[in-house]
Structure formats: C-alpha cells, structure tokens
C-alpha cells in the first residue's frame, strides 16, 4: 500500500471517529462516504423524519445546515494535523433546487484556506442513490440530481486544547 | 386533514402547535411556539421555543447544540413567521440563509424571533434572531431570503 492511500485511511478513520460522537449526527444517520487529502464527503440518508414540506416530501433546508456544517467541520478536524477543534464561525448557504423526496444526500467538503486564526471552507450538496450515481447526475445536467445546495463556512482556530476551549464564548 | 386546511385553522384559531406538528423536521428538533397568551414582554411578533433536548446535541464535550440544529432552528421559525403572517396557502421556499454563530448553543432552552424587513410580491428578507438566557446575548444572528409561491 502507498503512503498517501494509508494517509486516505488514516484521514476516514480521524473523520469518522469526529462524526461517531456527534449525538445530532447520529440521530440522522449521517455517515462518512469518503475521504482523501483533498475532499470529505458525508452522506445524510434520505428520511421521513427530516421532511420540512410534508405536501411535497422534500427535506428541511435544517437538517442540509447540519450537514453542510458537520461535513466542513470534520473537515477542518480532519485536514488540520493533531486533534484541533474549531467553532463554526459563519455559515452561508446557497439553495439550487428542492431534493429530489427519496434520494440521499452527499456533502462534497474541501478546505481552501488554513490560516493562523481561521480555516475557510466551501461545499457542495448532491444527490443519487450511491455517491457514485449522485457524481453521475451532478454532472448530467438536466437530471434529477445536480446540485441542491452551496456552502461557504469559515471556522475559528482556538488551538490544539481539546474540550475545556469555549466557542467564542464571552460568558 | 390537508396542509392548506392545517393552516387556514390555526390562522384562524391563532394556534400554531398542530401546524407545527404536521412539519416532521420541527418534531425531529423539538420546535414549539411560545404561548403568545403567555407573554409580559408587551411584544407580540411571533416567538419560537427549541425545549433542552439531548438529540440536538452537536458538542458532547461543552455540551452544545449542534450549529445546524441551531441554524435548522432559525430557518423553520423563519418559515413559520411567513406562514403566520402573509395570506398565501403555500410553503415559503428558502433560497439563502446567512449564519453567524456568536455564542456556544449551551445545552438548554433556546428562543427564536424574526424581523421581516422586505416582503415583495416574490421574495421576502427575514433576519432571525437567537437567544438562550437574554434576549441581548444572542448566540446566533442570521438572514434568510425565501421565494414566496
């Protein structure tokens, strides 16, 4: 095995240990899909339970907020080297069109800038039944499943202390 | 009962819980309205009230809620202060939202209320605001806008 596939695996294992104990995360059945060095993507099962049309059965924009915001942010864990938490400062998200009722969903995470202090990120939202077949219908346009949604999010650095670190917490 | 029927009685009886309870995403949250009967803060714009509820949580460690149930949070109040102001039978459809996190979420009760600056004839602006103990604390501010059908 080459060094950057054990580099790949070591990534998926940090970002699903991250995601293991996000009790939120766990209620909605969010899984890691896959990672290398570059991206993260994070699958949201499709569910009845975080329908937020019930006339049309598409999700809430909510529950694509917890998923866009936890697939960055594992993704800042996961990309920075050691164990360093950081708070979502800002979120801003764009919706392309409703999902499609039925289908999953696959968080497409990348880091675009670590600085000292802050960590920027952007995301993708797509849709299929596989993430190979929601890749597919990204691409195709016209189909059922291009992209639903755009994220932009920037994330605070506090430093490598786990647990105690507030939130930009002024309490 | 249908949607359009779930709405027109609770505009009609001023009583949004069976509304709220036909949206799955708000009974997965735990979303309920603030009795507005209830109120001694002389204001009346519509309140939202996200009850202490372990299944939100996002950080075991603080404990915090999890931003996006927060940001979930937000929007669905958002959404919910159009249905219970504006005419229309349907569904807002969000197509922004802009959130900045200000505070931890503490794992308690936290509050939501909605300015609607702009209602045109096909989108609305909504800034959203919230709380968990003071009202001039908040732990999130965000903007939302939503096309109306």
């Known amino acids: 095995m080459s060094n950057m596939q054990e580099k790949h695996i070591a990534n998926t294992e940090k970002a699903a240990r991250f995601l293991s104990v996000l009790p939120h995360c766990k209620l909605l059945g969010m899984t890691i899909e896959f990672v290398d060095d570059q991206i993260l993507v994070m699958r949201l099962p499709y569910s009845p339970i975080i329908v937020g049309n019930p006339l049309t059965g598409t999700v809430h924009g909510g529950s694509l907020t917890t998923l866009m915001d936890t697939a960055c942010g594992t993704g800042v864990f996961t990309f920075l080297p050691g164990h ?22 696959f968080a497409v995470a990348k880091v675009t800038r670590i600085s000292s202090s802050v960590v920027f990120t952007r995301c ?48 | 009962m249908t949607f359009e029927q779930v709405l027109t009685a609770a505009r009609n009886n001023k009583d949004y819980r069976a509304l709220i309870e036909s949206i799955p995403y708000a009974q997965l949250i735990g979303l309920q309205p603030v009795d507005q009967s209830q109120r001694t803060d002389g204001f009346s714009a519509p309140r939202f009230y996200l009850p202490k509820n372990p299944n939100n949580i996002g950080n075991p460690i603080l404990p915090a809620i999890h931003g996006g149930v927060i940001g979930g949070f937000m929007e669905m109040s958002a959404s919910l202060h159009l249905l219970m102001t504006m005419d229309s039978l349907a569904m807002p459809k969000i197509i922004d939202f802009s959130l900045d996190y200000l505070r931890a979420g503490r794992h308690q009760d936290t509050y939501a209320e909605c300015q609607v600056w702009r209602q045109g004839n096909r989108v609305a602006n909504v800034a959203i605001t919230a709380w968990q103990n003071d009202i001039d604390q908040p732990i999130a501010t965000a903007r939302a806008h939503f096309l109306l059908v």
């Open chain 1, 84 to 105: 360093e938490l950081c708070p979502t400062l800002d979120l801003r998200v764009d919706y392309m069109k409703a999902a499609t009722p039925g289908l999953d969903l």
């Open chain 1, 124 to 171: 993708d939202v797509i849709q299929g039944k596989t993430y190979a077949e929601a890749v597919a219908n990204a691409e195709s346009e016209g189909s059922t499943g291009d992209l639903v949604a755009t994220c932009a999010a920037a994330f605070m650095r506090i430093g490598q202390a786990m647990g105690t670190a507030k939130s930009g917490d002024t309490k």
